[in-house]
């Protein structure tokens, strides 16, 4: 589903990203793991077309196609879903106002007719008792004014009403409590099938304990310095990234 | 053109007019034959270059070649047909297009005229009281070819079920032609209304100028809602004053739509006069091509205790040019004076831009006063965001337009009036659906 190959990107003419493969077929999950700084999360923005990012080398197909040849909007209408890791306020559009916009955008790109508007409702309002929220929800501005918790719960509550093929979660897991990091945890896995793949990039091992990879990557200074299956995330915990990196981390 | 304004004054009509009207009307003339119309030296009107508008007299409007129908008047109304309205026809009161049932005891909805002859002592205690002819040039003319408008009386205690509708229409044979609509509300006591008023060119081309007067009188713990919205021919030029006169702990909020005519230009002035009262007052423009659009609001903070709130919102694209002047006054025995003025520029275009001015002068010590001014262009992380959703760059950027606007549009309370001017700005933004 995605294949990423070498892949090298920069901010500022920095260069973060110094060449990245990565295989993720339908079905799986993986773990991105690393230290803070580790390009985890760069690689996250650039499979999503962050323009802040140049991509220098290498490529990425999702689905068969090239996937930075395609703008932001392209991708997610071919299913491709970023959950960021800070979420972007939109005062003035309500959370409903801009899902029905999304989901329509979406269809519309498939060649399907736009969703009855109170279909819509129907939808939006089992996805929103799906994270253990209120209707109230729907109509609040976009991410305005809400705390961190629930900026990650929207995000998670827009990838379900989205439903995309491949979702990538960039640290939803930080800053999260017990209940909150559950009620992600239950929406990612709701999406789980053979049909879908979900790249969660993590800090902490923390989130792997209620979603369980099927692969786990450890990246250091833009690159990946180890792959392995779901123990490799214990084994990290255990010993810390300095035992892969080389550098103690300061916390 | 002084002498061409002089001489259209001299052949104003004369009928059955209150004796003080004359003196009024001569007033107006004699200030504006002094004044003349303002220059760019003039500070008040240094962003705001006139053009003809400073150059030539306009020509008495006149009666439309063919007459409106209601059908007509209805592709260019606002709001529910339910409302009570007052129609005007390039200047005059329109009987048979308005819509004005008994709305209470003593409630009077009418054209100024029709109050000037029937029940001038509801008037003259009022009229030309609160923006009087020296405020600026154009009220000054304004006062000089007073003839009609709209006239509200509120007695002390009525609460209004709908809003009232003032509509000003100029059809597309005016171009040249020039209407002084002078408007009168009067609010009493513990009264609460809500009011819109509008102005409408019924085509895009024609030349006019509106230059119109709104006196409001806001009665002790009355509740008043003033929805303005300008939507004039995009050759015209509309200049307008309102001015609000507040009461010991009344509530007035305003709401400033301003989309039409080549050049606009609004003062708000509004008087604080008595303890414990509220002002809060929104605006919002959207403007593009070479559309000047100017908003000027003065808050004269003249008793303690009082507060004022002020959020004023520019879209401007291609090469539109936008000018707002804040000006907030705190007299030494206005204390605990809590002000808040705000003024926010959305740029959609390089060659767009805006003068934007606060002129806080506070001479009391114990006050909250602050302001704030931001101009800019769409950002482009919510632009990226909006985008990873699926949501093409060009409907994205419309969209996040749209919530510029949407965030101060929200703070009209009337429903059916925040609904629709809703759709106005949707329309205008081309979005199709509300958020």
Redesign the interface.
């Known amino acids: 589903m995605l294949e990423v190959n070498s892949l090298r990107a920069t901010a500022d003419d920095k260069e973060i990203l110094k060449g990245i493969s990565l295989s993720v077929n339908a079905g799986e999950v993986h773990a991105i793991m690393g230290p803070n700084g580790s390009g985890k999360s760069t690689l996250a923005q650039v499979l999503?077309?962050?323009?802040?990012f140049v991509v220098t080398g290498g490529g990425a197909t999702f689905m068969g196609q090239d996937l930075l040849d395609m703008?932001?909007?392209e991708?997610?209408?071919a299913g491709l879903?970023?959950a960021?890791q800070y979420?972007?306020?939109?005062?003035?559009?309500?959370n409903a106002?801009?899902?029905?916009?999304?989901?329509n955008?979406?269809r519309k790109?498939r060649g399907e007719p736009e969703i009855d508007?109170m279909d819509f409702i129907d939808l939006l309002e089992e996805k929103v008792r799906m994270v253990h929220w209120g209707p109230e929800i729907m109509k609040r501005?976009v991410n305005h004014g809400f705390s961190g918790g629930e900026k990650k719960r929207n995000e998670i509550l827009?990838m379900a009403v989205?439903e995309p093929r491949l979702a990538i979660l960039d640290e939803t897991d930080s800053g999260l409590d017990i209940d909150a990091l559950k009620v992600v945890a239950e929406g990612v896995n709701s999406l789980r099938s053979p049909e879908r793949a979900i790249v969660i990039v993590t800090h902490y091992q923390r989130l792997l304990n209620y979603i369980v990879p099927d692969r786990v990557h450890v990246l250091a200074d833009g690159q990946i310095v180890r792959s392995g299956g779901k123990e490799l995330a214990l084994e990290l915990e255990a010993k810390g990234y300095e035992w892969l990196t080389g550098v103690a981390e300061v916390a | 053109m002084i002498e061409a304004y002089r001489s259209a004054f001299a052949a104003l009509p004369g009928g059955k007019l209150p004796p003080w009207l004359p003196a009024l009307r001569a007033s107006g003339m004699s200030r504006f034959a002094t004044t003349g119309p303002p220059s760019s030296r003039d500070e008040e009107w240094r962003f705001t270059p006139l053009g003809e508008l400073g150059r030539k007299a306009y020509a008495a409007a006149t009666a439309p070649e063919r007459p409106l129908t209601r059908t007509a008047v209805e592709g260019q109304s606002f709001g529910h047909p339910e409302w009570p309205a007052l129609v005007f026809v390039n200047g005059r009161f329109a009987p048979e297009l308005s819509t004005v049932a008994p709305l209470g005891d003593g409630v009077v909805t009418s054209s100024l005229a029709e109050a000037l002859a029937r029940t001038p002592a509801l008037v003259e205690p009022h009229l030309g009281r609160h923006a009087g002819p020296d405020a600026t040039p154009f009220t000054a003319l304004n006062a000089a070819f007073i003839q009609d408008g709209a006239f509200l009386h509120i007695p002390d205690g009525t609460v209004l079920a709908h809003p009232v509708l003032l509509l000003f229409l100029t059809t597309s044979d005016q171009g040249g032609r020039a209407t002084h609509p002078r408007n009168l509300i009067v609010i009493g006591a513990d009264a609460r209304v809500s009011l819109v008023e509008s102005y409408r060119g019924m085509d895009d081309a024609a030349a006019y100028f509106t230059n119109a007067v709104t006196e409001v009188v806001v009665g002790p713990r009355a509740w008043a809602e003033h929805t303005r919205i300008q939507r004039e021919s995009g050759a015209a030029s509309h200049i307008a004053f309102s001015d609000v006169s507040q009461a010991a702990q009344s509530h007035y909020r305003s709401f400033t739509l301003a989309m039409g005519a080549a050049l606009s230009r609004h003062n708000l002035h509004t008087r604080l006069g008595a303890p414990g009262t509220e002002a809060l007052l929104y605006g919002l423009s959207i403007a593009h091509r070479e559309q000047l659009v100017d908003n000027h609001t003065a808050i004269d903070h003249l008793q303690p205790d009082c507060r004022s709130w002020e959020v004023y919102k520019a879209i401007l694209d291609d090469r539109a040019r936008g000018v707002f002047n804040g000006k907030v006054y705190v007299t030494p025995e206005a204390q605990k004076t809590d002000a808040k003025q705000t003024n926010r520029t959305l740029l959609l275009s390089e060659a767009a831009r805006v003068d934007t001015k606060p002129q806080l002068e506070i001479f009391a010590d114990d006050v909250k006063c602050t302001h704030g001014a931001t101009v800019g262009y769409l950002d482009e992380l919510p632009l990226f965001y909006t985008r990873s959703r699926g949501v093409p760059a060009d409907r994205a950027k419309r969209l996040l337009t749209y919530a510029f606007a949407a965030e101060v549009l929200a703070e009209v309370t009337v429903d059916a009036v925040r609904e629709e001017l809703d759709k106005v700005v949707r329309e205008r933004l081309g979005i199709r659906e509300g958020a």
């Open positions: 999503a077309g962050h323009p802040a703008e932001p909007e991708r997610a209408q879903f970023l960021f979420p972007v306020e939109i005062p003035g559009v309500s106002y801009f899902l029905r916009a999304a989901y955008e979406i790109a508007p501005a827009q989205l």
